[in-house]
């Protein structure tokens, strides 16, 4: 949740292809898909490494669904678009933010393979929404100060930030 300071701290390069990384991306995969999200990046879930997952509809309306190791941000559009953005550790709260239309990320997949992704429309939103996580900034830290601190105002409690009844 914001206020963690995992989220506002650059994270660290993974250095190991092991099966605690293949468990981590897999249990990231459950909990994102458990939160109803379109993306999820490790330190979301308390893990200072430089990884996300993501399952997530591009600009034609095409499921994407994958993960990245280590990414790096290639090419970016000139394009801009202003959609709503929200994420999982705001609960609540969407507000519009501009970005570019399409972005490339490059890295690796949880066997060191290089892998790359461009993507457009939403996709784009959320490959640099989630590659922002993993240098420790949140979509409200684009926003200016009063909106940043309005949409902070909106958080509602969720099943991951309010105790269970009961
Ligand atoms: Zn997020």
Redesign the pocket.
């Known amino acids: 949740m914001v206020g963690d300071p995992v989220l506002s701290t650059p994270c660290r390069e993974v250095s190991a292809f092991d099966a605690e990384l293949g468990t981590l991306i897999d249990d990231m995969f459950a909990s994102m898909y458990v939160a109803e999200?379109v993306?999820?990046?490790a330190p979301?879930v308390g893990v200072d490494l430089r990884v996300f997952v993501y399952d997530c509809p591009d600009a034609n309306g095409v499921r994407q669904v994958g993960h990245f190791v280590n990414p790096v941000l290639g090419p970016l559009s000139s394009e801009l678009d202003d959609s709503e953005e929200?994420?999982?550790?705001?609960p609540g709260p969407y507000h519009e933010l501009e970005r570019p239309t399409q972005a490339t990320v490059r890295g690796f997949d949880r066997n060191g393979s290089p892998i790359e992704a461009t993507g457009t429309g939403f996709f784009a939103r959320c490959l640099l929404?989630?590659y922002?996580?993993l240098k420790g900034l949140?979509?409200i830290d684009h926003l200016p100060r009063n909106r940043r601190r309005r949409v902070l105002r909106e958080i509602e409690p969720y099943e991951w930030n309010a105790p269970l009844p009961g």
């Open positions: 999200g993306g999820l990046a979301q929200g994420c999982l550790s705001v929404h989630e922002d996580h949140l979509f």
